[in-house]
């Protein structure tokens, strides 16, 4: 083990909801607008709620989301779940509607109700953070859980979250690998990180292999770009735990953690004063053409006498990802 090695993961969760609009399978395929149209102006409640998708996203027509709405809402007071789901995300984004988190629970609920995963892992969050509803963590879990269940990622993440933490159920950090393990098994990123982070969490001994494979599932997640997976696997490069050493694999995650994260933009700066021009250079020939040429016109940082921190107050923590990232159902 590297002489560099510390201790540097004192993980706490954040909670974070990924909002999206709900829309049949094989969104894929190119939209025929004119014959959704006349469908949706038939009273077709599937052809009305995919309508509005598309005005949402601007797929296969000019994006209007006072147009998406309006469809969306015909399906949705016709009793249509995914449309009702849809309308509830439209009023948390204020996406073609003022933003009203009351009128999102309301109609997540009714999505709910009807067995909607999607609305299910909604209804869970907003119980969880009191946002439209008086906050109840135990309903939080019974919505989770139903969501859950269904396989929806999100909610496996948020349920792992609650078990971790003794929200709404009793603290049980098996139970909460168990659910991030599920996510992490569908390939979700956010699944990947925790379960990666479980490796870790309140244990004062780590052995060399838990550091291994929790470094591999932070890795998984780090690939498909989740900003704090990015950010710890950086660190772990730099400590070499659970991996090999490497401060030029070190710059490179904390550059495109950096991207979306302040505190992964300073601890890269920082390792910068330790490296030579070469071992920079070869750094940056590793990052997306649009990561190095931002890095290339940078003011070079100030040399100070700080090392990197390895102190538990620098680490990344885990949660906390910045966004609401849209997608389909």
């Given at each position: 083990?590297?002489?560099?090695?510390?201790?540097?993961?004192?993980?706490?969760?954040?909670?974070?909801?990924i909002y999206g609009f709900a829309?049949?399978?094989?969104?894929?395929?190119?939209?025929?607008?004119?014959?959704?149209?006349?469908?949706?102006?038939?009273?077709?409640?599937?052809?009305?709620?995919?309508?509005?998708?598309?005005?949402?996203?601007?797929?296969?027509?000019?994006?209007?989301?006072?147009?998406?709405?309006?469809?969306?809402?015909?399906?949705?007071?016709?009793?249509?779940?995914?449309?009702?789901?849809?309308?509830?995300?439209?009023?948390?984004?204020?996406?073609?509607?003022?933003?009203?988190?009351?009128?999102?629970?309301?109609?997540?609920?009714?999505?709910?109700?009807?067995?909607?995963?999607?609305?299910?892992?909604?209804?869970?969050?907003?119980?969880?953070?009191?946002?439209?509803?008086?906050?109840?963590?135990?309903?939080?879990?019974?919505?989770?859980?139903?969501?859950?269940?269904?396989?929806?990622?999100?909610?496996?993440?948020?349920?792992?979250?609650?078990?971790?933490?003794?929200?709404?159920?009793?603290?049980?950090?098996?139970?909460?690998?168990?659910?991030?393990?599920?996510?992490?098994?569908?390939?979700?990123?956010?699944?990947?990180?925790?379960?990666?982070?479980?490796?870790?969490?309140?244990?004062?001994?780590?052995?060399?292999?838990?550091?291994?494979?929790?470094?591999?599932w932070i890795r998984k997640s780090?690939?498909?770009?989740?900003?704090?997976?990015?950010?710890?696997?950086?660190?772990?490069?730099?400590?070499?735990?659970?991996?090999?050493?490497?401060?030029?694999?070190?710059?490179?995650?904390?550059?495109?953690?950096?991207?979306?994260?302040?505190?992964?933009?300073?601890?890269?700066?920082?390792?910068?004063?330790?490296?030579?021009?070469?071992?920079?250079?070869?750094?940056?020939?590793?990052?997306?053409?649009?990561?190095?040429?931002?890095?290339?016109?940078m003011p070079k940082p100030t040399?100070?006498?700080?090392?990197?921190?390895?102190?538990?107050?620098?680490?990344?923590?885990?949660?906390?990802?910045?966004?609401?990232?849209?997608?389909?159902?």
């Open positions: 083990m590297s002489c560099r090695k510390n201790v540097f993961l004192a993980l706490t969760i954040g909670v974070c909801a829309e049949p399978p094989g969104n894929t395929v190119q939209v025929n607008i004119s014959e959704l149209t006349r469908k949706a102006r038939e009273g077709d409640i599937k052809a009305q709620n995919r309508l509005g998708c598309a005005y949402m996203a601007g797929d296969g027509v000019t994006k209007d989301t006072a147009k998406a709405v309006k469809w969306m809402r015909k399906a949705a007071e016709k009793g249509f779940a995914g449309a009702q789901c849809n309308l509830g995300v439209a009023y948390i984004l204020g996406e073609g509607v003022t933003k009203d988190a009351a009128k999102a629970f309301e109609w997540f609920m009714k999505a709910a109700e009807q067995g909607h995963a999607g609305a299910q892992f909604h209804t869970g969050f907003l119980y969880l953070n009191g946002e439209g509803v008086a906050k109840d963590a135990i309903q939080a879990v019974v919505w989770y859980r139903k969501a859950a269940e269904q396989g929806s990622a999100g909610a496996q993440c948020g349920l792992g979250r609650c078990y971790l933490r003794g929200e709404g159920v009793g603290k049980d950090l098996a139970k909460a690998t168990e659910c991030w393990k599920r996510a992490a098994e569908q390939g979700d990123a956010e699944g990947q990180y925790y379960l990666g982070g479980s490796y870790f969490i309140d244990k004062v001994d780590v052995t060399d292999e838990e550091e291994q494979e929790g470094v591999a780090a690939e498909q770009g989740y900003s704090t997976a990015q950010y710890f696997l950086g660190m772990a490069y730099y400590e070499g735990t659970g991996i090999s050493q490497d401060d030029v694999q070190a710059y490179k995650w904390l550059s495109l953690a950096a991207t979306t994260n302040q505190d992964a933009a300073k601890v890269r700066d920082s390792l910068a004063q330790e490296l030579t021009p070469a071992q920079i250079a070869e750094a940056q020939r590793l990052l997306p053409s649009s990561v190095s040429k931002s890095l290339a016109t040399k100070t006498t700080e090392p990197v921190s390895k102190e538990k107050d620098a680490v990344p923590r885990l949660g906390n990802t910045p966004g609401a990232n849209i997608r389909w159902w």
